[in-house]
């Protein structure tokens, strides 16, 4: 079946690492000319935007409203209209924390890199919704926001607003300067990428998998199969402010080790 993306303009932020850099391949894939935005990761970006037919690299970071009003300004002189954004920019602070000892510091710095930065990029572009009509938006949260994360409360709280009273307040408001727009959100869970490289040898892997019914590990392109098909009125026209979760079918993470 086709997915109707070729010739559309998408939008990709966190393109330089894997769920994002695989997004972008999957767009391209289909005919979508794409924006590949980093942060930090530069050359990454830089030489996926060099794989891909029409995609240009562009940097920003997004928890700064300025560089993300200059990252959809020249996302639209590249693109000449913006129809999706694939809101996958996010950061998983490593060291396992206990609320207890969880400094301010750290708990705002990771509200702000995903739950603030994902405002920041959904406001963005829905101003071009606004512009142009339509468009569709598709958010990545995680697992953590569904089930919690110990040692991660503040990745967990800020994943689970993108999530939930985010997505579902955008998936109303959309329609307002967009008829058929939509708003849909997929939750990833464990997945081998750069942010988790290191973290699942086979010992981890068998134990994180004692919850799901699939007991693997996802990649990068099972997540981004998940987006484009939301970002896709051809496949999923009638699907908006719906979480679909990426997890293998997993229903929560283990407490207590072996």
Not at 34 to 53: I, K, Q, S, W
Not at 117 to 139: K, P, Q, S, Y
């Amino acid at each position: 079946m086709e997915s109707g993306l070729a010739g559309k303009g998408v939008v990709v932020t966190g393109a330089s690492g894997g769920i994002g850099s695989a997004c972008a391949r999957a767009f391209a894939a289909e005919g979508a000319r794409v924006v590949v935005h980093y942060h930090l990761g530069r050359d990454r970006a830089e030489a996926l935007a060099a794989e891909l037919p029409d995609a240009v690299a562009v940097g920003a970071d997004l928890t700064d409203e300025a560089q993300v009003e200059e990252l959809f300004a020249c996302a639209r002189d590249a693109l000449a209209t913006i129809d999706v954004c694939a809101a996958v920019a996010g950061v998983w602070p490593a060291a396992d924390e206990p609320v207890w000892q969880l400094g301010l510091e750290r708990w705002e710095e990771t509200l702000r890199a995903n739950l603030t930065a994902t405002f920041l990029t959904a406001r963005a572009f829905l101003r071009e919704v606004e512009r142009n009509g339509h468009g569709n938006l598709v958010l990545v949260g995680s697992t953590a926001g569904r089930f919690g994360e110990a040692g991660h409360a503040d990745y967990a709280a800020a994943k689970s607003a993108i999530q939930g009273g985010l997505l579902l307040s955008l998936k109303n408001e959309i329609v307002r300067v967009a008829p058929g727009g939509r708003v849909n959100a997929v939750t990833p869970g464990w997945t081998y990428s750069p942010m988790t490289r290191g973290a699942l040898d086979p010992e981890v892997v068998d134990r994180i998998s004692r919850t799901m019914a699939l007991r693997k590990v996802a990649t990068a392109d099972d997540i981004a199969r998940a987006v484009l098909v939301l970002a896709s009125d051809e496949l999923s026209g009638h699907i908006t402010g719906e979480l679909v979760t990426v997890a293998g079918g997993m229903e929560g993470r283990t407490i207590h080790p072996e």
